[in-house]
T-cell receptor
Framework: QQQVKQSPQSLIVQKGGISIINCAYE??????FPWYQQFPGKGPALLIA?????SEKKEGRFTISFNKSAKQFSLHIMDSQPGDSATYFC??????????FGTGTRLQVFP | KAGVTQTPRYLIKTRGQQVTLSCSPI?????VSWYQQTPGQGLQFLFE???????NKGNFPGRFSGRQFSNSRSEMNVSTLELGDSALYLC????????????????FGPGTRLTVT
C-alpha cells in the first residue's frame, strides 16, 4: 500500500524527443505527487508537483499527467535536451504520511 | 535565499565508530527530514522533525537517531557504524511538516557522502 512503482528504470532519448516516465501507486490517500531531478553528486531538486484535483500541470517543457482512477501519474519532458540527462524520481505523500519515493529513472539524452 | 546546507560533504569512518551529520534548513523552514540514498535501496526515509519534535520515523534500527534545535537546524547520529551504512545521507527542509495541505514542498541539500570501511 505504501509503494510507488516507477518505470522505466532507464531511458535513452534523442535530443528533441519526448521523455516519458511513469509512476503508479496503491494508496488512495496519497494527495501530493512531486517529481524530483537529481544530477550526479547533487541532492534531488524539486521539479514539478501536482495534487489530484487537476489532471495535468505544465511548467515549461515539463508536464505531469495525473490519472486518479488508474492511480497513475507520469512526467513528460518535451524537446528533451542533453542537459536533462539525470535521474528522475516520482514521489507521493498523504496528509498522514511522509514522502514515499519511486526507485528512479536514469534518463540519457543524446545529441 | 540560501538553500539547504549539509556538513560535512564527505566522511570516511571505520566500522564501530559513530558519526554526526548536520543540516541547516532554508531560512524560515521548520520541518527537516532525513533520507538515506543507496544504489540498491534508493531513497529511504529516516525521520522527520518539526518544531524540535520527531513526527515520523522510518524503518531503521535504533542506531540511527536525530534531533532538531530551536533554530530548526538538525543533526542525525549513527552509532556503531556498519559497512552497510555507507550511503548518501540527504536532508530536506520544508515550511510545513508532512500532513500539511500547503507548503509541503521539500527542498534537498547536497547530501553527506558517508563511507564506512
Amino acid at each position: 500500500q505504501q509503494q510507488v512503482k516507477q518505470s522505466p528504470q532507464s531511458l535513452i532519448v534523442q535530443k528533441g524527443g519526448i521523455s516519458i516516465i511513469n509512476c503508479a501507486y496503491e494508496n488512495t490517500a496519497f494527495d501530493y505527487f512531486p517529481w524530483y531531478q537529481q544530477f550526479p553528486g547533487k541532492g534531488p531538486a524539486l521539479l514539478i508537483a501536482i495534487r489530484p484535483d487537476v489532471s495535468e500541470k505544465k511548467e515549461g517543457r515539463f508536464t505531469i499527467s495525473f490519472n486518479k482512477s488508474a492511480k497513475q501519474f507520469s512526467l513528460h519532458i518535451m524537446d528533451s535536451q542533453p542537459g536533462d540527462s539525470a535521474t528522475y524520481f516520482c514521489a507521493a505523500s498523504s496528509d498522514t504520511d511522509k514522502l514515499i519515493f519511486g526507485t528512479g529513472t536514469r534518463l540519457q539524452v543524446f545529441p | 535565499k540560501a538553500g539547504v546546507t549539509q556538513t560535512p560533504r564527505y566522511l570516511i569512518k571505520t566500522r564501530g565508530q559513530q558519526v554526526t551529520l548536520s543540516c541547516s534548513p532554508i531560512s524560515g523552514h521548520r520541518s527537516v527530514s532525513w533520507y538515506q540514498q543507496t544504489p540498491g535501496q534508493g531513497l529511504q526515509f529516516l525521520f522527520e522533525y518539526f518544531s524540535e519534535t520527531q513526527r515520523n520515523k522510518g524503518n531503521f534500527p535504533g542506531r540511527f537517531s536525530g534531533r532538531q534545535f530551536s533554530n530548526s537546524r538538525s543533526e542525525m547520529n549513527v552509532s556503531t557504524l556498519e559497512l552497510g551504512d555507507s550511503a548518501l545521507y540527504l536532508c530536506a527542509s520544508s515550511l510545513a511538516p508532512s500532513g500539511s495541505t500547503l507548503n509541503y514542498e521539500q527542498y534537498f541539500g547536497p547530501g553527506t557522502r558517508l563511507t564506512v570501511t
